[in-house]
């Protein structure tokens, strides 16, 4: 296989991964490359791993081997730049917390704010620094809740809960979107909203890797397919990945190694060659 | 070194004499009957040390009731037991030991969820009552049952200048920790994976928020006592909870509850001749009480009367 690191091609590169709750091993041998400037979902069953994938991409987790690498450097080093945006599921957030839907969104720029000099990080927000409040108030307008920011965020529905997050992650301008769920119990305007977000934010050149349930969205709109059961089991176009067939086999696969840990042969990623 | 000290020492005496002449002019505003239980400087020092808590307390206590920490409170609130007593019996200060127990019983608490299959409220409920025995077999050795009672359930009317020195040492910490990294602590309460994501330094937040609860449990110690100090750690948050959706709002209410009710609580427990930590946390909870049946928003009565609109 041939080295990438320092490839500006690829975005994200994971290598040897394996990662365990408490010695219960959730992902093996994960070898995956996700090509900048596109887009990329995830699908597998439940329990598959994804977000336990997701939660080493954040940091929240750490892998017990493997590397992580972003644009050719530790993935850590973009993280601390603010370049790694996350959209949480709608379950991991206290709703109740009491907080604005302004200030939700204004989350996404902590990161940057640390560049800031201190005496002005000692100001509210909203004034110390226009390009913040101006980030903020472009990615509400994008999820169209702006005319929504002074709300408290639980008193949102559940379509527009799932926009908050969704602004959070854009008002960050990160080059990584990583997104957990995005369209999972929305309501098809809201769906249709966040498919032409995210189609967007391709097209300004950002990567944007999300884990979906939703064949019929993935299938019009993603780049390339990457399907995961602990094990990769297969890595490449919608079409080719998300044919009933394959999908069949998917499911299978979770069969299989819940009644019995079968070994399955190792699947190997080709998706840079073919990004 | 030593003149440094002395200095030092100096200094929080005369801010401490300038803030109960302050308080002392709000004082003497209101009506004789109120204000004739302040005129004696135990009263002046009780009343200070209340205040200052009050205040702490009303802030830590948002985020312990945003991040459900109220059962890690009562936790490291005992765990503070035997320090007291160890550093009694070394000739120390006693909030140094104290703060040393505290932490390490949350280090131990954190470690224990992690690194084994027991759940974190089994993990906390052994370390602190483990913690807590050994304290209370250690002062049964060394000290008498009301020193024991002092430590449990507060002595605010017999505050020293010392230990009012340390809690005023301890709030200017808390109010410039909360505000120097206001948003890094937000941040973490409200979605720790999000600010992982944006490469803070979860562990240093998250051990840092209990170091400073640590810090205010400890300086809370002499007002309201290890057993009661919870309940001034959960009732304003909880209160504050009850009447808004914005946080500083909540902080400023919480401060408020914190503030009002240790003020109140001493003055009544005067008055009344009761136990002055008992007091303070009844009042306490006569706020949250208060708040659960008015709340404009979230109140039971506002509830009823929005069901009764709609059948």
Not at chain 1, 40 to 56: C, D, E, R, Y
Not at chain 1, 202 to 216: C, K, L, Q, S
Not at chain 2, 200 to 225: D, K, R
Request: some cysteine; glycine content about 8%; hydrophobic content about 50%.
């Amino acid at each position: 296989m041939a080295t990438t690191f320092g490839d500006a091609s690829v975005a994200v590169d994971i290598k040897g991964l394996y990662a365990a709750y408490q010695r219960h091993p959730v992902l093996e041998d994960i070898n995956l490359q996700f090509p900048a400037g596109k887009w990329t979902a995830i699908v597998g069953p439940n329990g598959a791993g994804k977000s336990t994938l997701f939660h080493v991409l954040t940091g929240s987790m750490k892998p017990l081997r493997g590397s992580v690498r972003a644009f050719g450097e530790p993935i850590s080093a973009h993280r601390k730049a603010g370049h790694i945006a996350y959209m949480a599921q709608r379950e991991a957030i206290e709703w109740d917390f009491p907080v604005s839907v302004w200030e939700t969104v204004m989350g996404g720029r902590y990161g940057h704010m640390r560049h800031d000099p201190l005496w002005r990080r000692l100001l509210p927000s909203r004034w110390y620094a226009p390009r913040h409040a101006e980030a903020v108030r472009e990615a509400l307008k994008a999820v169209d809740m702006l005319g929504l920011a002074e709300r408290p965020i639980g008193a949102l529905s559940g379509g527009q809960k799932k926009r908050v997050l969704l602004a959070r992650a854009l008002a960050q301008q990160a080059s990584i979107l990583l997104l957990d769920e995005p369209l999972a119990g929305v309501d098809p305007p809201s769906e249709r909203l966040i498919l032409n977000v995210l189609a967007r934010e391709r097209e300004a050149g950002r990567t944007v890797i999300m884990v979906t349930h939703d064949m019929p969205g993935a299938r019009r709109h993603v780049d390339h397919v990457v399907l995961i059961n602990r094990f990769i089991r297969g890595v490449g176009t919608p079409n080719d990945m998300l044919s009933d067939a394959k999908l069949a086999e998917l499911a299978v696969s979770s069969i299989e190694q819940s009644a019995n840990d079968m070994k399955v042969a190792e699947a190997t990623s080709y998706m840079a060659a073919q990004g | 070194m030593a003149e440094l000290m002395v200095a030092l020492g100096l200094f929080g005496d005369a801010v401490v004499s300038g803030l109960i002449a302050a308080l002392m002019v709000i004082v003497n505003i209101l009506p004789g009957s109120i204000s004739d239980a302040f005129q004696y400087a135990f009263m002046q020092r009780a009343l200070l040390t209340s205040v200052l808590v009050g205040a702490i307390c009303g802030i830590l206590s948002c985020y312990v009731v945003l991040k459900r920490w109220s059962l890690l409170g009562d936790a490291i609130s005992h765990a503070v037991l035997p320090g007291v007593a160890i550093a009694y019996l070394l000739g120390w200060p006693f909030f140094i030991g104290a703060f040393i127990t505290g932490a390490l019983t949350s280090v131990g608490i954190g470690a224990i969820e992690r690194h084994t299959r027991i759940k974190s409220d089994a993990a906390m409920g052994l370390m602190f009552t483990g913690a807590f025995a050994l304290g209370i077999v250690i002062i049964s050795k060394i000290a008498s049952s009301t020193h024991l009672m002092h430590i449990l359930f507060g002595n605010v009317l017999g505050v020293q200048q010392s230990a009012l020195l340390l809690t005023l040492v301890a709030s200017v910490i808390a109010l410039l920790v909360v505000w120097l990294a206001y948003r890094p602590l937000l941040l973490y309460a409200f979605d720790p994976q999000q600010a992982q994501a944006l490469g803070f330094n979860t562990s240093v937040i998250h051990y840092g928020l209990i170091l400073l609860l640590t810090l205010t449990i400890v300086a809370s110690l002499e007002t309201v006592g290890i057993i009661l100090v919870v309940a001034m750690l959960i009732t304003p948050g909880a209160t504050a909870h009850l009447l808004t959706d914005r946080f500083k709002t909540m902080m400023l209410i919480s401060v408020s509850v914190g503030v009002s009710s240790a003020v109140i609580g001493l003055w009544l427990s005067v008055v009344l001749d009761v136990a002055s930590g008992g007091t303070i946390v009844l009042v306490a909870t006569s706020w949250f009480f208060v708040a659960l049946l008015f709340s404009p928003k979230h109140g039971v009565l506002i509830r009823q009367w929005r069901r009764w609109r709609m059948s």
